[in-house]
């Protein structure tokens, strides 16, 4: 994390360094990324860049969470027209938005392409982080099963596995793919095909 004199910095200046890392790590593998690159990129002295942060890793994950924060708004915007009908009806509205916005952020795509090919320990352990950031996945599908949209003989923890398990390998072929949209509908594809063998007789209907 940023130190909190990164924090005190005036916001602008704050963006500044952060599009500075974006550029390099888009730019190259987190392996091959370079300290004084973003130094470079941001204008700002070495001795100052150490104020901030503890170091490229530490750097590198701040720029993670900041792409994954933003997201996060993206889906809690996307998210809360569908939400009472459900988990599954809420992938089927949140996935344009979300497509729609890795599209204007290319600089983050290829962030994720670069993870994706250099296949890193801190790479492995993020999406492994965020696999294991289902939190609110599991209270959604917890409140379909209480709505009896979802078979009760399924545990939440279950499901939220299923969901992960169809999602994430998904997702680093779509940084890979250059045709993105057959990605799009195989994601949809796969999590109806998941909702049809969970769905009880008076849920409503699924993505398609």
Do not use: C
């Amino acid at each position: 994390m940023p130190t909190a004199t990164f924090f005190r910095l005036p916001a602008e200046k704050q963006k500044r360094i952060f599009r500075a890392a974006v550029k390099e790590f888009g730019h190259s593998h987190y392996s091959e990324a370079s300290i004084n690159q973003i130094i470079k990129n941001a204008g700002i002295p070495r001795g100052s860049f150490y104020q901030y942060f503890e170091g490229k890793e530490d750097i590198f994950i701040y720029v993670l969470e900041e792409i994954s924060r933003e997201k996060l708004e993206v889906f809690a915007q996307a998210i809360e027209g569908a939400k009472e009908k459900g988990f599954f009806a809420s992938v089927g509205a949140v996935m344009p938005a979300i497509i729609a916005w890795v599209e204007q952020r290319a600089e983050y795509n290829m962030i994720g392409l670069r993870m994706v090919e250099e296949d890193s320990k801190i790479a492995r352990d993020w999406f492994e982080q965020m696999r294991g950031s289902a939190g609110a996945i599991r209270m959604m599908i917890e409140n379909d099963q209480k709505n009896g949209w979802i078979r009760g003989d399924v545990t939440p923890e279950l499901v939220t596995e299923l969901a992960s398990s169809l999602a994430f390998p998904l997702v680093r072929l779509y940084y890979q793919s250059e045709d993105k949209s057959e990605v799009v509908k195989k994601l949809v594809l796969y999590f109806d095909m998941l909702y049809r063998g969970l769905r009880n007789d008076a849920a409503p209907e699924g993505l398609s």
